[in-house]
């Protein structure tokens, strides 16, 4: 059975930083493309952030430059590291998993996290 955990969320003020973990079980972690996306409320879900390998990712422009996507494949990890947080970042945050395949689509992923609150605010 396929398990993607999040942690990490929280209440940050703007141009704050928070980490995002996602710890993934049950399949071939290095087999999986994976990705972050976000929910805001009354929103649809939206790209965030893809790795395959270090020289294989790619970031929604909203937030590239700010935010870091990186993954450890001994601990079945993927990270993403949120610099200089604005009010509009504040979402339901997912990790997901596509099986060797590259995509920024919902559609693309087999998996998908429960999600992390994330919260940007003063």
């Known amino acids: 059975q396929v398990q993607l955990v999040e942690s990490g969320g929280g209440l940050v003020q703007p141009g704050g930083s928070l980490r995002l973990s996602c710890s993934a079980s049950?399949?071939?972690?290095?087999?999986?493309?994976m990705g972050w996306f976000r929910q805001a409320p009354g929103k649809e879900r939206e790209f965030v952030a893809y790795i395959w390998s270090e020289i294989s990712l790619d970031y929604a422009s909203s937030v590239k430059g700010r935010f870091t996507i990186s993954r450890d494949n001994a601990k079945n990890t993927v990270y993403l590291q949120m610099n200089s947080l604005k009010p509009e970042d504040t979402a339901v945050y997912y990790c997901?998993?596509?099986?060797?395949?590259?995509?920024?689509?919902?559609?693309?992923?087999?998996?998908w996290g429960q999600g992390t609150q994330v919260t940007v605010s003063s």
């Open positions: 049950g399949l071939t972690f290095s087999s999986y493309t």
């Open positions: 997901a998993a596509a099986r060797l395949r590259l995509s920024i689509s919902v559609y693309g992923y087999n998996y």
